[in-house]
């Protein structure tokens, strides 16, 4: 699926079972949501504490509903995320085409 694409069809799914989009500072909020719990999970698959009882590893789920409120807020504020990552690609690549390549810290050993 397309960036554009999954912002039509959430588009689509908000006005026919959402009724409207929360406005955009809730949203912020829910974002922020998502990303912790993202975050839970990450700490406990990859870090050093463990899931609690009856707690899913479900982190394919916690990052389709960080996109999913991305998306929502992109619909909000009239950003279309395909071009906003084509020029972020452009951005990174000028600015970064040599720094990671030539950043001691990170060359394999």
């Known amino acids: 699926m397309e960036l554009q694409e999954l ?5 689509q799914w908000i006005r026919q079972y959402g009724v409207r989009y929360f406005n955009e500072l809730t949203n912020t909020a829910i ?4 990303v912790g719990e993202l975050a839970r999970v990450m700490a406990r698959k990859y870090g050093e504490q463990s899931f609690k009882e009856g707690e899913k590893e479900n982190l394919a789920d916690e990052m389709a509903d960080v996109l ?4 929502c807020l992109a619909n909000q504020t009239g950003v279309n995320l395909t071009e ?3 020029d972020n690609f452009r951005k ?3 600015r970064d ?13």
């Open 7 to 11: 912002q039509t069809r959430i588009d």
């Open 84 to 86: 906003a990552m084509e």
């Open 68 to 71: 999913w409120v991305l998306a």
């Open 31 to 34: 974002l922020m949501e998502e």
């Open 97 to 109: 085409k040599k720094r990671h390549k030539n950043n001691p810290k990170i060359q394999s050993r």
């Open 92 to 94: 990174k690549t000028d």
